[in-house]
C-alpha cells in the first residue's frame, strides 16, 4: 500500500524489489488494449464510482491518479514519451494557472520506472568502483564491498521536486562538515545527484534563479557534474529527466533556457463542458476520499506501468530509415530552425512514440504527431533578422574585396 512520503514518492517500494525484481501487474492486458496509449484513451473516458468521505485525521500523500486526468491528451503523451525515452530532452509544460500541469506531472509517481539508485549517504554506486577502484568509494561502501553487500538496490524512479527558493549549494552540493570531523572530508550530495536516473521537476521555472537554471540544464545536458569546495571536489551522475512549468503571464524564459528543453507542451483550459463537469466530479471525490479514487485506477496503473517498462526495453530497437528523417530535417529547414536540439528531440520523441505502441520503426505518422511539440517556441525572429542584417555587411565586404583585388592586378 502507499505510504506517505514527504521528499518525492508516494509509492512504497514492493516486497518483490527485495530480491531485485521489478513487479508487474498480475492480470494480463484488457482486450481491445494494444499500447499504452490505448489503455490511456480507454482508462480516462470511463466513469469514476461512487465514493465515501473519509477524513482520517492525518495527513496522507496519494498522487492524483494519471489516468484520471481528464482530456489534455498533448499534455499526458508528452509525460509519458519523456518516461519511455530520457535522451527527448526533458519537458516543459506551458499554460496559464489552474491547468493541470502540475497535477499532471506529480500523477506520474505511479508510472515511474523501476531503477538501480545508490544506498550511499554520498552517492556511491557500482559503476565508481569498476571505473575508479576502490578509491573512487567512500569508506563505508569500501566495508559493504567487503562484506558482499550491493551498493545499489532497485527501485521506484522518484519524483524530485526542485523549490522556487533553491540556492546554488542546495542544487550542487556543499562542504559536508559532520564529515570533516572524521577525517573524511566529502562534498554533501545536491539536489542534482539525488535526481540521478529521477526526475527533476521544477515548478514556475522561468522564475527560478538564472544562475540556478544554468547549472541544472549543463548538468542535464553532460549527465554528471563536478562540484569543487576549497581544496575538496567530487563528481556526481546527473542523468535525469528535466520536467518544467511556466505561466507565460508571470515571465518568460531566456532562449537558451527554453531551447535546452525537448518538447514543449500546451496545456489550456479544456474547452468541453461535459470534460470540465467531469473533471469537477473527479477532483471532489478526489478531495473527499483520495485514498479510495487512486485504488479505482490501481490496476490499470500497475498496467500503464507495465507498457512503460516494456517500451523502454523495446526503445533500442527502433530504427528510424534515412528516407523518413530526410522529411523531418526538411521541416525543421522550413522553418528556419537553426538549434540541432530541434531534430534530436523530434526523432527520439518519435522513436519513443513507436516503441509506446510496439513499433520497431518509425514511421512518417510518428513524426507528424511529435512535430508541434517538438519544433515549436524553437525560432528566432531576433537571430534572423540579426542574420539578414550581417548579410548586407558581408556583401559590402565581399565587394571591397573585389574592388581591392581588381585595382592591384590592373
Not at 571591397?400 to 590592373?410: C, V
Amino acid at each position: 500500500m502507499m505510504e506517505e512520503d514527504k521528499t518525492t514518492n508516494s509509492q512504497q517500494v514492493p516486497t518483490s524489489l527485495e530480491k531485485n525484481e521489478a513487479p508487474s501487474a498480475s492480470e494480463g492486458i484488457p482486450a481491445g488494449i494494444r499500447s499504452i496509449r490505448d489503455l490511456i484513451d480507454q482508462v480516462t473516458g470511463r466513469n469514476l464510482q461512487d465514493y465515501d468521505e473519509v477524513d482520517a485525521g492525518y495527513a496522507e500523500q496519494w498522487p492524483f491518479p494519471f489516468l484520471a486526468l481528464v482530456g489534455q491528451q498533448e499534455m499526458k503523451l508528452g509525460l509519458v514519451l519523456s518516461l519511455i525515452n530520457p535522451n527527448i530532452g526533458g519537458v516543459l509544460l506551458v499554460g496559464p494557472r489552474g491547468t493541470g500541469k502540475t497535477t499532471g506531472v506529480r500523477s506520474l509517481i505511479d508510472l515511474m520506472p523501476y531503477v538501480y539508485e545508490s544506498n550511499c549517504y554520498y552517492g556511491c554506486v557500482e559503476e565508481d568502483l569498476e571505473v575508479g577502484g576502490m578509491d573512487a568509494i567512500c569508506p563505508n561502501c569500501v566495508e559493504k564491498i567487503a562484506r558482499g553487500e550491493d551498493l545499489s538496490t532497485l527501485r521506484s524512479a522518484r519524483l524530485v521536486e526542485l523549490p522556487l527558493n533553491a540556492q546554488l549549494e542546495d542544487v550542487l552540493g556543499s562542504v559536508d562538515q559532520n564529515a570533516a570531523a572524521h577525517a573524511r572530508m566529502r562534498v554533501r550530495r545536491g539536489i542534482l545527484s539525488y535526481a540521478d536516473q529521477n526526475l527533476l521537476y521544477i515548478d514556475e521555472v522561468n522564475l527560478l534563479k538564472n544562475e540556478v537554471v544554468d547549472v541544472i540544464l549543463d548538468a542535464a545536458a553532460q549527465g554528471s557534474y563536478t562540484v569543487r569546495r576549497g581544496q575538496f571536489s567530487a563528481t556526481y551522475r546527473s542523468r535525469f529527466t528535466l520536467i518544467g512549468t511556466m505561466n507565460p503571464e508571470e515571465g518568460a524564459l531566456r532562449p537558451q533556457i527554453l531551447d535546452r528543453f525537448g518538447l514543449r507542451l500546451f496545456v489550456q483550459g479544456l474547452e468541453d463542458v461535459d470534460e470540465r463537469f467531469e473533471a469537477y466530479l473527479r477532483s471532489k471525490a478526489y478531495m473527499a476520499n483520495p485514498k479510495q479514487v487512486v485504488a479505482s485506477y490501481a490496476e490499470e496503473t500497475m498496467l500503464a506501468r507495465d507498457e512503460i517498462s516494456a517500451a523502454r526495453q523495446m526503445l533500442p530497437k527502433v530504427t528510424l530509415s534515412k528516407e523518413t528523417a530526410k522529411l523531418g530535417l526538411a521541416l525543421i529547414q522550413k522553418l528556419g530552425i537553426a538549434s540541432l536540439r530541434a531534430e534530436i528531440t523530434l526523432f527520439e520523441a518519435a522513436r519513443a512514440l513507436a516503441a509506446a505502441d510496439s513499433r520497431t520503426e518509425v514511421t512518417l505518422d510518428d513524426l507528424q504527431q511529435i512535430a508541434p511539440m517538438a519544433v515549436r517556441l524553437r525560432r528566432s525572429t531576433f537571430m534572423q533578422n540579426y542574420f539578414d542584417g550581417q548579410k548586407m555587411e558581408e556583401e559590402e565586404i565581399l565587394d571591397a574585396i573585389t574592388m581591392i583585388m581588381k585595382a592591384g592586378n590592373e
